[in-house]
């Protein structure tokens, strides 16, 4: 059992049914690599500490970001979305 669970809030998972489904299989493998380590960034798991926001993270795929956050032994996505918007809002 991996040490990390993933979790996606509601606005989330809507958000990530309508990415395409390329970008949607790429998450998958991020969402493996987050349930082993959700901190430590590494080849295709870009992960970036959010400006102003020491407990919440994005990670990269493609243009494409997810913002999430570690509650305990939970990793909480609450966004996804193309780089230009996801951070606004």
Wanted: glycine letters at 6%; proline letters at 7%.
């Amino acid at each position: 059992m991996a040490p990390f669970g993933v979790r996606l809030e509601r606005r989330a998972e809507k958000e990530f049914a309508k990415l395409p489904a390329n970008v949607r299989r790429r998450f998958y493998v991020v969402f493996e690599a987050l349930e082993a380590d959700p901190y430590r960034p590494r080849p295709g798991c870009d992960i970036r500490v959010l400006k102003g926001h020491p407990n919440i993270r994005a990670v990269r795929v493609g243009e494409y970001r997810a913002i999430y956050e570690v509650v305990g032994t939970e990793v909480w996505f609450t966004k996804f979305g193309h780089r230009s918007t996801v951070y606004s809002s």
